[in-house]
């Protein structure tokens, strides 16, 4: 396997930086703990191995090609998210032991994946520069997408446990809101960064 600890350093860097999935995986965990963000989280790791198969097949490739085709699919990427940055900007303060709202559910965690423009940024660099296993592509890929799946999971572990640290600050009304702010804002440049590159 040629290459594979820069394969996985450059996994790290990529997926461990901030961006989208990882940014509303902190709020998640700071506004409802990580144990209630784990169907989310879940729902985030599968959405990113589809985005890798995505990727790696070149459909990703082919559909950006098509005239007019990326206007509108970053115009709904972006909408999307704008959606996800008010819902948790506005997110009320925690009670204690007390109902919390509609956390983020599985499904939209696939959904965040498989529109998030910093995921399909990251994966296409690794599936295009690196090679773990020469002269057999299938075999290449599937060990990618293995060593990337296991690197997303454990990063996005990490971000949700760092923003479950932060629940006490949830339970207060102004913390809350300069924390739910932040989160949304960040968010938000986070796929401003991502659509620039």
Do not use: Q
């Not at 990529?14 to 169907?39: E, K, Q, Y």
């Not at 996005?156 to 932060?166: D, R, T, Y």
Request: charged share 10%; proline share 5%; no cysteine.
């Amino acid at each position: 396997m040629d290459g594979l600890l820069g394969f996985i350093l450059a996994g790290l860097a990529l997926a461990g930086s901030p961006g989208p999935a990882t940014l509303s995986l902190a709020a998640t965990g700071a506004a409802f703990g990580a144990r209630r963000g784990i169907g989310y989280m879940t729902g985030i790791n599968l959405g990113m191995v589809a985005v890798m198969a995505i990727t790696a097949s070149g459909v990703v490739g082919l559909l950006l090609a098509l005239p007019g085709a990326t206007p509108i699919v970053i115009g709904l990427s972006s909408a999307y998210f704008a959606y996800l940055a008010y819902r948790i900007a506005t997110a009320p303060p925690l009670a204690e032991g007390g109902d919390h709202g509609r956390r983020p559910s599985f499904a939209g965690g696939i959904f965040l994946s498989l529109v998030n423009p910093k995921g399909y940024a990251a994966m296409a660099p690794l599936f295009s520069s690196f090679v773990l296993i020469r002269e057999r592509v299938a075999l290449d890929v599937t060990a990618k997408i293995i060593v990337l799946a296991v690197i997303i999971a454990l990063v996005n572990i990490a971000w949700l446990i760092a923003g479950s640290a932060l629940t006490r600050f949830f339970r207060e009304p102004r913390s809350n809101r300069i924390v739910n702010v932040s989160f949304a804002v960040l968010l938000i440049a986070s796929v401003g960064l991502a659509l620039l590159f």
